[in-house]
């Protein structure tokens, strides 16, 4: 997006792409679909990033979600919203979002540069010299999108940190964002594989509440889905400095705990000579029935056995599944990384460096990020855009 910009705002663009052919990450987004933006104003996107969301506030009114959806429709890939708000394109398929970004590109004018990376990036005076293996190119501006350190199997490797770094920009320690959680006990592991389609998950950090919500997954050391990654985010600053996390899992976050309790009543009068799992069951997932059946120790208990403390227990762990964290996956692992170049070194009306004139930086590069469904790739459509259009020259 930042050199289709470039190249239509009248410069000579360059752009160099370690892996040989582009976009491998893109094809991976979404679960290969492309989650490419989301429904919602601005100004709902600038909360969603919270403190980042003021940083990026101009690049998102100079390039909004609905001129992503736009830009995309001009070139016949026309999209639909979900009814989570996730927006996709109507094929389902992340190529045709790559294709139409290559074509665009090469239709400005673009020339790519494939299978050589960047090793250096110096400055002469005004102009910056690019060392690549097999020779040197020479730029009057220099844009940096290369993405943060996570699925570095995509080429992603943190790069864009070390050029940084080498005029002098200050990089805010890369950490495992929209990953999943590593938790405090081998439990979830007697689950992994069970889902559910929503829940609400609640923590507390430094006296303020939090929380997310969205289908969750137990995996063999945790928990992962929407509702885990989107937490993932908020506990990054503080893992692994502080030893455990206590978060809290409503199963049923539909029903408060009198109408849950309520609903349980009627099921246990209506199936009284059942085990309490089997009529858990109707409600959740058997595996997780049985799990928290055993922590309210009625597992061999019937409906008509069930006292009113065992069925407030039940009711407590339906709510408030206590969960303790201790870590996320690795980064290597993460769709997203949190940290990267400081906000406060790049100008937030062209995305240009504070430090050295003529170096701007665009995507995952900086310090910002957003939750799952769309956010992360709008950061990149709109500060790549801006990145591009703010000014005439030779880039790369």
Known sequence: M??????????KTVVVEKNTAAGRKLLLTGGGRCNLTHAGSVDDFVRAYGQAGRFLRHALYEFPPESVIRFFAEQGLETRAEPDGCIFPVTDRASDVRDILLGQAKAAG????YGRGVERIGKDGRQFKINLPDGVLTAEKVIIATGGASYPKTGS???GFAFARSFGHTIVEPRAALVPLVTNGKWPGELAGTSLDNVKISVTLEGKGFFTTGPMLFTQDGIGGPAALDMSRLLADYLPAQKTVEIAVDVKPAMNESKLEGYLMEQLCRYSRKIIVNVLFELIPKKLAGFLCRQAAVAETTGSQLKKEQRRKLVQLLKKLPVSIISTRPIEEATVTRGGVSRDEIDPKTMQSKICPG?????????SDGPCGGYNLQICWSTGALA?????????
């Not at 930042?2 to 410069?11: C, K, P, Q, S, Y």
């Not at 673009?110 to 540069?113: A, L, P, R, T």
């Not at 170096?359 to 310090?367: H, N, R, S, T």
């Not at 591009?388 to 020259?393: A, F």
């Open 2 to 11: 930042a050199g289709i910009f470039a190249a239509r705002a009248g410069a």
């Open 359 to 367: 170096l701007y930086f665009a995507g995952e590069v900086i310090d």
């Open 388 to 396: 591009g259009k703010i000014q005439r020259g030779r880039f790369s």
């Open 110 to 113: 673009v020339q790519f540069v």
């Open 157 to 159: 490797t943190g790069d």
